[in-house]
């Protein structure tokens, strides 16, 4: 008798295109909920983590740095503020050598973050 992974898996091959409807139906019948998730802070926050573990940030309290990036307002540079413009979008800096467990620099404007690399 084959394990429950297994037992999935082969019902997952055997009804494809039962799933794919299933899944259809779901998305039409929850468009709602799906378009509030989309666009809730949560789902915001886990993106922006997920980008920085995925560049390879290294940091011990994912949680604090991006309530620090969002408090933010000012290039730690050159002090411009920062916006969601391209030259002032907000950056995080980070060490590219990985010699410690936290190789965040600073927050900075974009302009300052591709001078810095």
């Given amino acids: 008798m084959p394990s429950s992974k297994e037992y999935l ?3 997952r091959l055997k009804n494809k295109e039962k799933q ?3 899944m259809r139906l779901w998305r039409i ?3 709602e909920s799906i378009k509030q998730y989309r666009n809730s802070k ?7 983590i997920s980008q920085w573990r995925y ?3 290294l940091c011990f309290d994912f949680d604090l ?3 620090i990036f969002l408090s933010t307002t000012n290039c730690e ?7 969601t413009n391209t030259k002032t979008k ?3 800096d980070h060490d590219h050598r990985i010699t410690d467990k936290f190789n965040v620099r600073e927050i900075l404007c974009k302009s300052c973050n591709s001078k810095r690399q």
């Avoid at 949560?42 to 922006?48: A, I």
């Avoid at 540079?77 to 916006?83: A, E, M, V």
């Fill in 9 to 11: 898996r082969l019902y």
């Fill in 77 to 83: 540079n050159c002090n411009c503020i920062l916006d």
């Fill in 42 to 48: 949560h789902n915001k926050k886990c993106k922006t």
């Fill in 20 to 22: 794919k409807e299933y």
């Fill in 29 to 31: 019948k929850n468009k």
């Fill in 55 to 57: 560049r390879g940030i």
């Fill in 65 to 67: 740095l991006y309530d």
């Fill in 90 to 92: 907000k950056c995080l």
